[in-house]
């Protein structure tokens, strides 16, 4: 019967169409939503002193980070297909809000601090806006460069765990720039894949739209930090 009723779906004229644009607006329309609990997950680990205790402990916090990203994201999967998955979804937001509140304390240390948010959240847009625009105009299919990406990411986590001992300003420098480019090209695929149909669940689109978008910020908030000689209060 589902599969009946699917095929009757697409059969229709303009019907895989519709269907389509009906999962992006869902997609766009709680990956908005999900930009609500991450900023107060950021004001809680402020407000709470969490950031503080997240840069004293990196080894602590990286596996807590891990554990926590990777269950939550576990549970996302499995309950994609109703209303707990957004649930879920939310409450993941929520927590990456809080990590997200250690850099965020120490770029807000500096005496340009708020304006290297803004910046990095203008450029953020910026990137998002085009590989959006890219994903609509781009008609050969980039699913097959996920792989290879993911290689790249998985080589990400590790050189970020070796840093957090090394502590060399040049490999975090090079990791966000990779990282940039990585999660901008993870960008352009995840949309895409929507708008071609690859991806039918909203919740499993926002989720990775959603970890492409916090990367990038994250990363070009690294960077302009790095370079932006501003002063700590």
């Not at 303009?14 to 990956?31: C, E, F, I």
């Not at 970020?160 to 040049?170: K, M, R, T, Y």
Request: net charge positive; glycine share 10%; no cysteine.
């Amino acid at each position: 019967m589902n599969e009946q009723r699917d095929y009757t779906i697409y059969a229709q004229p303009g019907g895989a169409v519709s269907v389509r644009n009906k999962v992006l607006r869902q997609t766009y329309t709680l990956l908005a939503l999900s930009l609500i609990p991450t900023v107060i997950g950021a004001w809680l680990g402020m407000a709470t002193g969490l950031n503080l205790a997240m840069a004293q402990s990196p080894g602590l916090t990286m596996i807590v980070f891990l554990v926590g990203a990777f269950g939550l994201m576990f549970g996302i999967e499995r309950t994609k297909n109703s209303s707990t998955g957004v649930g879920l979804l939310l409450l993941f937001t929520l927590f990456m809000g809080v990590m997200l509140s250690q850099i965020l304390g120490f770029v807000l240390g500096m005496t340009n601090g708020p304006q290297l948010i803004m910046l990095a959240f203008g450029g953020t847009a910026i990137i998002f806006g085009a590989m959006a625009t890219m994903a609509n105009v781009v008609k050969r299919d980039l699913s097959g460069l996920a792989k290879t990406l993911f290689v790249g990411v998985i080589l990400l986590i590790l050189a970020g765990i070796a840093n957090i001992w090394l502590q060399l300003p040049a490999l975090m420098l090079t990791f966000s720039v990779v990282a940039i480019v990585i999660f901008s090209a993870f960008m352009l695929i995840d949309v895409q894949r929507v708008i071609n149909g690859g991806e039918t669940n909203y919740i499993t689109a926002t989720l990775a739209i959603y970890l492409d978008i916090y990367n990038v910020f994250v990363n070009l908030l690294a960077i302009l930090s790095f370079f932006s000689g501003g002063n700590r209060r």
